[in-house]
Nanobody, 122 residues
Framework: QVQLVESGGGLVQAGGSLRLSCAAS????????MGWFRQVPGKEREFVIA????????YYADSVKGRFTVSTDNAKNTVFLQMNSLKPEDTAVYYC???????????????WGQGTQVTVSS
């Protein structure tokens, strides 16, 4: 059974930075992409960013372009989300996921982490 564990969330002031990590372990799976989504209570899960396992392709949501970056350490089956210039509207639970290809649709991803809370104060 594949397990994804996120870490690195927390409270930060607007304009600050956070780095989230997502470590994959267990089982075997055919995944070509790792993605990050976020969700606030009462709203649908929102796509943030995705990266191919090779790192050669990255797909950004418009809302995070120029502020968020993503990278992978395939030797450690880990993906990192670097979030800079954070805004209060970035406050959400952030989830990582793995799937067969780059997509901004949550239904395309097969495995999900438990989520980590990011809170940006104004």
């Amino acid at each position: 059974q594949v397990q994804l564990v996120e870490s690195g969330g927390g409270l930060v002031q607007a304009g600050g930075s956070l780095r989230l990590s997502c470590a994959a372990s267990g089982g075997t799976f055919s995944s070509d992409a790792m993605g990050w989504f976020r969700q606030v209570p009462g709203k649908e899960r929102e796509f943030v960013i995705a990266i191919s396992r090779s790192g050669g392709n990255i797909y950004y949501a418009d809302s995070v372009k120029g502020r968020f970056t993503v990278s992978t350490d395939n030797a450690k089956n880990t993906v990192f989300l670097q979030m800079n210039s954070l805004k209060p509207e970035d406050t959400a639970v952030y989830y990582c996921a793995v799937g067969p290809g780059l997509s901004n649709y949550s239904g395309e991803y097969d495995y999900w982490g438990q989520g980590t809370q990011v809170t940006v104060s104004s």
